[in-house]
């Protein structure tokens, strides 16, 4: 099994910057691909990046795309999210998600493990 420690939300204002990290702990396997995800209040949650546990691909939501960066340290088993020019529109609980996935899948039901969710607010 795979046990994700997400951290790094907080509060930040409109174009500034913030790194969340997801840590993964237990029995880890190349075949895991990591994704973050989020969800705002009263919305559905939505795929935001993907990045495959080995290797170099990447995927991303075309709302974060260019401002965002899904990073990986495999030494560390610890997957990244740089978020740059952060807008009041991505104020949602970001949550880190592990599965065995062979593509690059935004489909939440691909995943087999999740992180607590980390509270990210973006002020006007």
């Known amino acids: 099994q795979v046990q994700l420690v997400e951290s790094g939300g907080g509060l930040v204002q409109a174009g500034g910057s913030l790194r969340l990290s997801c840590a993964a702990s237990?029995?880890?396997?190349?075949?895991?691909?990591m994704g973050w995800f989020r969800q705002a209040p009263g919305k559905e949650r939505e795929f935001v990046a993907f990045i495959r546990w080995t290797g170099f691909n990447t995927y991303y939501a075309d709302s974060v795309k260019g401002r965002f960066t899904i990073s990986r340290d495999n030494a560390k088993n610890t997957v990244y999210l740089q978020m740059n020019s952060l807008k009041p529109e991505d104020t949602a609980v970001y949550y880190c998600?592990?599965?065995?996935?062979?593509?690059?899948?935004?489909?939440?039901?691909?995943?087999?493990?999740w992180g607590q969710g980390t509270q990210v607010t973006v002020s006007s």
């Open positions: 237990g029995r880890t396997f190349s075949s895991y691909s």
């Open positions: 998600a592990a599965g065995r996935i062979s593509y690059s899948s935004s489909s939440l039901y691909d995943y087999d493990y």
